[in-house]
T-cell receptor
Framework: NAGVTQTPKFQVLKTGQSMTLQCAQD?????MSWYRQDPGMGLRLIHY???????DQGEVPNGYNVSRSTTEDFPLRLLSAAPSQTSVYFC??????????FGPGTRLTVT | AQKVTQAQTEISVVEKEDVTLDCVYE???????LFWYKQPPSGELVFLIR??????QNEISGRYSWNFQKSTSSFNFTITASQVVDSAVYFC????????????FGTGTRLTIIP
């Protein structure tokens, strides 16, 4: 199993540009999540999904969209990037009552 | 609201010393779960342990041990005979029930082991 994979690993955007961070898992996990990690603030939940076709907002959802058309994939879309979205983004997945398995992260810089 | 406090921002110890990382939490829930994650310099998040609120037994795994005390709302992590490979940022986290997406993370403790 590849586990949780994220692409790209690094990305630089200009303010106002849009992009999609990709996340995929091959463990048939029902639950998937996106977190952002900022210096001195730990990780904060952006959006999550409890199954294909079902998504919900986390603690910091503004500026981000998600969809879950398949069990495997959970992309995170930035509609109009802002410097405040400069962060490291982690995707995670889990199966029912297991712990979260995190992907390797995407480092995003918005200039 | 849930809150996790890791008051130690950075700790440095000499190799082979023991070190304890503190974690204090706040929650109104009677059932909750506590976690520790390790983030080495490579950046990935590595799961270390999960503990539920009904189990206050201390746990030991090799050089790692965890002390859970509901009376003081603490879930401290001790590394015995530290090694350079233990250098990382360690996060404590809390959720209402196991697997809840809404993990509340502490701000992390950066541990540096000096050879």
């Amino acid at each position: 199993n590849a586990g949780v994979t994220q692409t790209p690993k690094f990305q630089v955007l200009k303010t106002g540009q849009s992009m999609t961070l990709q996340c995929a898992q091959d463990m048939n996990h029902e639950y998937m999540s996106w977190y952002r990690q900022d210096p001195g603030m730990g990780l904060r939940l952006i959006h999550y999904s409890v199954g294909a076709g079902i998504t919900d907002q986390g603690e910091v959802p503004n500026g981000y969209n998600v969809s879950r058309s398949t069990t495997e994939d959970f992309p995170l879309r930035l509609l109009s990037a802002a410097p405040s979205q400069t962060s490291v983004y982690f995707c995670a997945s889990r199966y029912r009552d297991s712990e979260q398995y995190f992907g390797p992260g995407t480092r995003l810089t918005v200039t | 609201a849930q809150k996790v406090t890791q008051a130690q921002t950075e700790i440095s110890v000499v190799e082979k010393e023991d070190v304890t990382l503190d974690c204090v939490y706040e929650t109104r829930d009677t059932t909750y779960y506590l976690f520790w994650y390790k983030q080495p310099p490579s950046g990935e998040l590595v799961f270390l342990i999960r503990r539920n609120s009904f189990d206050e037994q201390n746990e030991i795994s090799g050089r790692y041990s965890w002390n859970f005390q509901k009376s003081t709302s603490s879930f401290n992590f001790t590394i015995t005979a530290s090694q350079v490979v233990d250098s990382a940022v360690y996060f404590c986290a809390l959720s209402e029930f196991v697997g809840n997406e809404k993990l509340t993370f502490g701000t992390g403790t950066r541990l540096t082991i000096i050879p």
